[in-house]
């Protein structure tokens, strides 16, 4: 069983930076897809992006697209998320998640084992 350890979020001004981590650990990690995933009051999980366990293939939300970047070092064990071109409606906690089967998925009921979250505000 892994587990996963968010860092990184913050205050940052629209148009800011930030790149989100996530430390894995008491797994495989290069075995897993990996997903970044937010969630505000009173709504869902929404997707972010997903990547393959070697990092091949990802995947983004379409309002992220062009402004993120999921990759991931497995040698480290830590998956990454940069974060351009922020908006106050990026504002959310993000957390990361593991899938045991391999496979990438936009869908969080997929993934099977999840962080506690790193909060991300955009505001000036």
């Known amino acids: 069983q892994v587990q996963l350890v968010e860092s990184g979020g913050g205050l940052v001004q629209p148009g800011g930076s930030l790149r989100l981590s996530c430390a894995a650990s008491g797994g495989t990690f290069r075995r897993y897809a990996m997903g970044w995933f937010r969630r505000t009051p009173g709504y869902d999980h929404e997707f972010v992006a997903s990547?393959?366990?070697?990092?091949?293939?990802?995947d983004y939300g379409e309002a992220m697209k062009g402004r993120f970047s999921i990759y991931r070092i497995n040698a480290n064990n830590t998956l990454y998320l940069q974060m351009n071109s922020l908006k106050p409606e990026d504002t959310a906690v993000y957390y990361c998640?593991?899938?045991?089967?391999?496979?990438?998925?936009?869908?969080?009921?997929?993934?099977?084992?999840w962080g506690l979250g790193t909060q991300v505000t955009i505001s000036s």
């Open positions: 998640a593991a899938r045991n089967t391999g496979v990438p998925s936009s869908d969080a009921t997929q993934y099977d084992y």
């Open positions: 990547i393959s366990p070697v990092g091949v293939n990802t």
